[in-house]
């Protein structure tokens, strides 16, 4: 682990702050970070790129960048992981965007997530899994973007 330090006239000091420390941030610090800290927000799950080309897209991101495929359905999509996070690239289909449009995030809990967002003003749909436990909560953004909050 890596200690941050300071120099003092000369000398290296450790840090002795506890938010200087990896995994150690004040409730202020981690509110910058994560930006409303209050929500249960655990990590980005997911994203989804739309394409006009699937196969272009295959050669660029598992031919040239080299990321292993998770799944693939022949014509529709292919999932790669980037970074850990699971990525869908999604044929576009009636001429959509070819730009991300969904981000997925993971949270603790879905029913403080859904109360957040619905005090805030904005429009919640909600779903769920049949054959899990998976639960989730969308919103869109200006631009249409998805932001789906799964907890399971």
């Avoid at 080299?66 to 529709?76: D, T």
């Avoid at 805030?120 to 631009?143: C, F, K, N, Y």
């Amino acid at each position: 682990m890596i200690i941050p330090t300071t120099r003092t006239a000369g000398r290296v000091q450790r840090s002795t702050r506890k938010s200087a420390l990896p995994g150690w941030l004040s409730d202020n610090e981690r509110s910058k970070i994560n930006g409303m800290s209050s929500l249960p927000i655990r990590r980005l799950q997911f994203f989804t790129i739309h394409t006009k080309n699937l196969e272009t897209a295959r050669q660029f991101y598992v031919d040239r960048l080299g990321f292993p495929i998770m799944s693939e359905q022949a014509g529709e999509y292919f999932q790669v992981a980037i970074a850990g996070v699971p990525g869908c690239v999604d044929l576009s289909k009636n001429n959509e965007p070819a730009q991300p449009n969904q981000i997925g995030i993971e949270v603790t809990d879905v029913d403080t997530i859904t109360a957040t967002l619905r005090n805030q003003g904005l429009v919640v749909s909600e779903g769920s899994r049949a054959a899990s436990t998976e639960r989730w909560v969308a919103i869109h953004d200006p631009d249409g973007h998805e932001l789906i909050f799964i907890a399971s």
